[in-house]
């Protein structure tokens, strides 16, 4: 519609303006779902989330265990590789920090980089210092609801821009991995499922690393 149009375009140009649109990308006010494979069911009597690798006691929790965590808000702009980027996107969720802050999760010094397992064997991989900043949260809810099957019911990995930190790196959105289950520490770098089919293995979207 054309009323649509110009809402999109007068609000590109303010993005534009204030510095937030990345190189290559243009601005959506759709939410676009995107994945390899199908969406899977969620059962929360089975559901676990685990965590192993580079850490003194791996463990698993399951649904109700996960639901009690300590819980945080983000704002974000995240940008996807195919040229998509929604502005200040609101997620709320369990932030990796406040674990490891709380010692939830003990990490041993060897852990270096952090693997996202999601089902079906999804997986992403990041740095620890990308997993631990301010701009990357396990997300239940997006927009105040709670995570709609096809964005990554009920856990996702949300990586993105937050509006006047240029201190943190911003990863493409495909580094959120949706339907979480897990996070694996490792010492050394493995790369994830869209990473082995080539796409760039930081993805930074200010330097336009798409592809590997
Ligand atoms: N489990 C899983 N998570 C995934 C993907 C996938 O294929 N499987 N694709 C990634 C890609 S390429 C993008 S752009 C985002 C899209 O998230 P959305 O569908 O909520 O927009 O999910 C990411 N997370
Ligand atoms: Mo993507």
């Not at 003990?106 to 900043?133: D, R």
Request: with cysteine.
């Amino acid at each position: 519609m054309a009323s649509s149009f110009f809402e999109r375009k007068k609000r590109e140009d303010e993005i534009k303006r204030e510095g937030r649109l990345p190189p290559g990308q243009s601005l959506t006010l759709k939410f676009p779902v995107l994945q390899y494979g199908p969406i899977p069911d969620f059962d929360p009597s089975t559901w676990t989330f685990e965590v192993w690798g580079e850490v003194e006691k791996p463990f698993k929790l399951t649904w109700d265990e996960f639901s009690q965590l300590p819980r945080t808000k983000r704002v974000l702009d995240i940008h996807c590789v195919t040229s998509w980027s929604k502005f200040d996107t609101e997620w709320e969720g369990v932030s990796v920090r406040d674990l490891v802050d709380s010692g939830v999760i003990q990490l041993k010094p060897s852990a270096k980089y952090v693997i996202q397992h999601a089902e079906f064997g999804f997986t992403a991989n990041l740095p620890l210092s990308v997993v631990m900043a301010d701009n990357f949260l396990m997300a239940t809810h997006y927009d105040g609801q709670p995570l709609p099957p096809e964005h990554g019911a009920p856990l996702r990995g949300v990586v993105g821009a937050i509006k006047d930190r240029s201190d943190l790196m911003v990863p493409y959105f495909w580094k959120g991995a949706k339907w979480l289950r897990g996070l694996q520490f490792t010492a050394v770098d493995r790369r994830g499922f869209w990473e082995q089919a080539g796409y760039h293995n930081e993805g930074d979207v200010w330097k336009e690393e798409r592809y590997g």
